[in-house]
Nanobody, 120 residues
């Protein structure tokens, strides 16, 4: 069984920074892709950033302010968020495509989410 656990959320003032972490545990062979999504109250979940095979992509709202990275040894992903705005307030979810031992193809997993609140 694979588990994703996010941490690092919290309350921050506008202009501040936070770093989210996503720890992936279980019988992992390889993590193909890691991504961060967010969901604000009353809105659909949206992709924030994704990292796969060293390449990264960002939502327009995140470009220039957020940085996604991963540590393949620790099986941990990160989202560094700078210059935070009140509109960044949301629950942030980690998503990963993971190949487990005994399997050839990856399966997609979600974390439980971590709340990020940006005050004006």
């Amino acid at each position: 069984q694979v588990q994703l656990v996010e941490s690092g959320g919290g309350l921050v003032q506008a202009g501040g920074s936070l770093t989210l972490s996503c720890s992936v545990s279980g019988s992992i062979v390889r993590i193909n892709m890691m991504a961060w999504y967010r969901q604000a109250p009353g809105k659909q979940r949206e992709l924030v950033a994704v990292i796969s095979s060293g390449s990264t992509n960002y939502a327009n709202s995140a470009k220039g302010r957020f940085t996604i990275s991963r540590d393949n040894v620790k099986n941990t992903g990160y989202l560094r968020m700078n210059s935070l705005k009140p509109e960044d307030t949301a629950v942030y979810y980690c998503n990963a495509d993971v190949i487990q031992q005994g399997f050839i193809r990856g399966r997609n997993y979600w974390g439980q989410g971590t709340q990020v609140t940006v005050s004006s």
